[in-house]
C-alpha cells in the first residue's frame, strides 16, 4: 500500500551515486600522464575539503592539470574518462587552505557541498571515489605484510611492496543501514556526534564471515535491543568518510521494547509515520529532523513513509 506525501515533493537524488565516468581499467598502466596531460581536467580534494573555482552561485570544481599542481607536489590518482577526457584527483595539505582561499578558491567539504548543491550531481560520484583514492594511500603507505614502504602503481589504484612483492587493492568497508519497522512505527536513533534533534537509521560495519541479514540482525539487536526477522535489501550508497558502502535494508521488527547501548548510540525510540512525514520536511514540533536527501537514511525513511517494508 502507498501513503505518498506529496508535500515533501519529488523524491530526491541520492547523493555519490551514478557515477557518470568510464573507469577505463585498461588504461590505468599510463593513467599518471593521462591525468596531467594539457586536455585532462581534474579535481583538486584535501583530505575533507573539495576546492572549487568561483563562488557557491557559480562554482567549478574542475581544473586543469597545471591549475591543481601548482597546489601540490604528489602525484595525482586517475579516476577515468568523461567523454574520452582524462579525469583524475590531485592532492592538496589541506593546511593550505586559508592560502587557497586567499587566492580566490572556494574551499569546502564534502558534505557541505553535496547537501549544499555547490556542485552538479554528475561531480559528486568522482569526488568521492578521488577522495576515498587519496585518503587510502594517506593510510596505506607500507607494507601491512612486512613494514616495507610501499610503491603506487596503476595510477593509484595498487600499491606494491619492492621488498616482499605483496600487492595492496584499495578497500571498501560495507556498512549495513537499517529501517527496522513495527506496524506502522520505525526505529531511528541518535549517535552522540549528530546535530541536535537529528534521528537516522541504525548502521553498522558488516563483520568478517557475516551475511547482510546477519549483519541487521545483530547491530539492531546490539545497538537498541531489538530482535529482527525479515530483511529486505533496498539500495546503496557509496560513502566517502572515508570509504564505506552503505547497503540500505529494510527490517521488520519482532520486538518492541528498547534497550540501548550507551556505547554505541544516545538515543533510540519508535516514530510514527506522521512524525518520521514531519521530520523529513523539517516542520517536526519538537524540531526533530531527518538525516538530508543526500543520504540513503533520508532514502530507507522516505520509503516507509510511502509503505516499503521489509
Known amino acids: 500500500m502507498s501513503f505518498a506525501h506529496p508535500e515533501l515533493g519529488p523524491w530526491p537524488a541520492l547523493g555519490y551515486v551514478g557515477n557518470p565516468?568510464?573507469?577505463?581499467?585498461?588504461?590505468?598502466?599510463?593513467?599518471?600522464?593521462?591525468?596531467?596531460?594539457?586536455?585532462?581536467?581534474?579535481?583538486?580534494?584535501?583530505?575533507?575539503?573539495?576546492?572549487?573555482?568561483?563562488?557557491?552561485?557559480?562554482?567549478?570544481?574542475?581544473?586543469?592539470?597545471?591549475?591543481?599542481?601548482?597546489?601540490?607536489?604528489?602525484?595525482?590518482?586517475?579516476?577515468?574518462?568523461?567523454?574520452?577526457?582524462?579525469?583524475?584527483?590531485?592532492?592538496?595539505?589541506?593546511?593550505?587552505?586559508?592560502?587557497?582561499?586567499?587566492?580566490?578558491?572556494?574551499?569546502?567539504?564534502?558534505?557541505?557541498?553535496?547537501?549544499?548543491?555547490?556542485?552538479?550531481?554528475?561531480?559528486?560520484?568522482?569526488?568521492?571515489?578521488?577522495?576515498?583514492?587519496?585518503?587510502?594511500?594517506?593510510?596505506?603507505?607500507?607494507?601491512?605484510?612486512?613494514?616495507?614502504?610501499?610503491?603506487?602503481?596503476?595510477?593509484?589504484?595498487?600499491?606494491?611492496?619492492?621488498?616482499?612483492?605483496?600487492q595492496h587493492f584499495p578497500r571498501t568497508d560495507p556498512v549495513v543501514i537499517m529501517l527496522t519497522a513495527h506496524g506502522d512505527a520505525c526505529l531511528l536513533g541518535r549517535q552522540p556526534q549528530f546535530a541536535p534533534g537529528m534521528y537516522s537509521c541504525l548502521a553498522g560495519f558488516v563483520e568478517p564471515g557475516e551475511s547482510l541479514e546477519e549483519a541487521v540482525r545483530r547491530e539492531t539487536l546490539e545497538e537498541a535491543g531489538i530482535a529482527t526477522g525479515k530483511v529486505a535489501y533496498h539500495a546503496c550508497q557509496p560513502w566517502p568518510f572515508p570509504m564505506s558502502l552503505m547497503i540500505g535494508c529494510l527490517a521488520e521488527a519482532t520486538s518492541q521494547d528498547i534497550t540501548i547501548d550507551p556505547a554505541e548510540i544516545e538515543a533510540a525510540r519508535w516514530f510514527g509515520r506522521g512524525e518520521v512525514a514531519q521530520m523529513l520536511a523539517r516542520t517536526h514540533p519538537d524540531g526533530l529532523f531527518a538525516p538530508p536527501p543526500v543520504s540513503i537514511a533520508h532514502h530507507l525513511m522516505r520509503a516507509f513513509l510511502e509503505g516499503a517494508r521489509a
Open 21 to 166: 565516468l568510464d573507469r577505463a581499467a585498461h588504461l590505468r598502466p599510463e593513467g599518471v600522464g593521462l591525468a596531467r596531460a594539457p586536455q585532462a581536467r581534474a579535481y583538486l580534494l584535501g583530505g575533507e575539503l573539495v576546492a572549487l573555482k568561483g563562488d557557491a552561485d557559480a562554482a567549478d570544481p574542475l581544473f586543469a592539470p597545471a591549475e591543481a599542481e601548482a597546489w601540490t607536489r604528489e602525484a595525482p590518482v586517475f579516476l577515468g574518462l568523461a567523454g574520452g577526457t582524462p579525469r583524475a584527483a590531485f592532492p592538496f595539505d589541506p593546511a593550505r587552505r586559508e592560502e587557497m582561499e586567499a587566492a580566490g578558491l572556494l574551499v569546502a567539504d564534502l558534505r557541505s557541498i553535496a547537501v549544499r548543491g555547490l556542485v552538479g550531481p554528475e561531480h559528486l560520484g568522482p569526488i568521492a571515489c578521488g577522495k576515498a583514492l587519496l585518503g587510502w594511500h594517506r593510510r596505506h603507505g607500507f607494507c601491512a605484510n612486512c613494514g616495507a614502504a610501499t610503491t603506487i602503481i596503476e595510477a593509484g589504484w595498487r600499491r606494491d611492496c619492492p621488498s616482499c612483492g605483496a
